[in-house]
């Protein structure tokens, strides 16, 4: 009787630590599987981060822009390109209401003949 008791009980001790042991390893494979996505992010970002300060290693055109991106100069250049555009729209809005005005008189002066010629028929 004493020996079946034993038998049951280390056959009750093993699938417990079976159980445990299947545990910890799924949850350390997690933990790695996350560490190792994580690592890959790091690595990702650090390289973007150097195509964005414009080190030397790093290829590509706009490889750094950033660094530039405050200068004095480059902030009255872009002040210049501005004032530009804003007197070519300026430019464009006359001209579109000099053709509007253009096209008016012209509807005018066409209806004002369309009507003398039907009432000469």
Known sequence: MGSERMEVQARKFYSQRNLYLCGFTLFLS??????????????RLEEENKG??????????N????????????????????????????????????????YNRMGDTMGVKDKLTKKDR
């Open 30 to 43: 997690l933990i790695l599987n996350r560490t190792y996505t994580m690592i890959l992010d790091l690595l």
């Open 63 to 102: 490889a750094g822009k950033l660094d530039k991106a405050g200068d004095i100069g480059e902030i009255g250049k872009l002040k210049k390109e501005i004032e530009r555009r804003d007197r070519d729209i300026e430019v464009l809005k006359s001209q579109s209401q000099g053709l509007h005005d253009e």
């Open 52 to 61: 964005l300060k414009g080190s030397p290693d790093a290829s590509g055109k």
